[in-house]
């Protein structure tokens, strides 16, 4: 198991920004790709961005690329989300992810964080 926590969720206005942070215990931390998935209202769980062990390979979903930042300190367990320029859609819960392989869209990863609400007004 690897226990993640999100944290830094919250209300913003259209076109603000956001960290969200997410912290694992253990020290095997620098060995999981990790990354972040989020699901709005209605709809189903959606790959937004991953990283991976080094943080050497990121991938985003298209709709936040630009937009969006993931990057990771292993000496700190931490995975970070920096997102810019926020919309209304990007309204959902955030949740952090880790895999033994890669975190990418189309593939669960092995463990999940509880999820942090990320709310965007226009």
């Known amino acids: 198991q690897v226990p993640l926590v999100e944290s830094g969720g919250g209300l913003v206005q259209a076109g603000g920004s956001l960290r969200l942070s997410c912290a694992a215990s253990?020290?095997?931390?620098?060995?999981?790709?990790m990354g972040w998935f989020r699901q709005a209202p209605g709809k189903e769980r959606e790959f937004v961005a991953g990283?991976?062990?080094?943080?050497?390979?990121?991938y985003y979903l298209d709709s936040v690329k630009g937009r969006f930042t993931i990057s990771r300190d292993n000496a700190k367990n931490t995975v970070y989300l920096q997102m810019n320029s926020l919309k209304p859609e990007d309204t959902a819960v955030y949740y952090c992810?880790?895999?033994?392989?890669?975190?990418?869209?189309?593939?669960?990863?092995?463990?999940w964080g509880q999820g942090t609400q990320v709310t965007v007004s226009s």
């Open positions: 253990g020290r095997t931390f620098s060995r999981y790709a």
């Open positions: 990283i991976s062990w080094s943080g050497a390979s990121t």
């Open positions: 992810a880790a895999d033994h392989g890669t975190v990418v869209a189309g593939k669960p990863p092995d463990y």
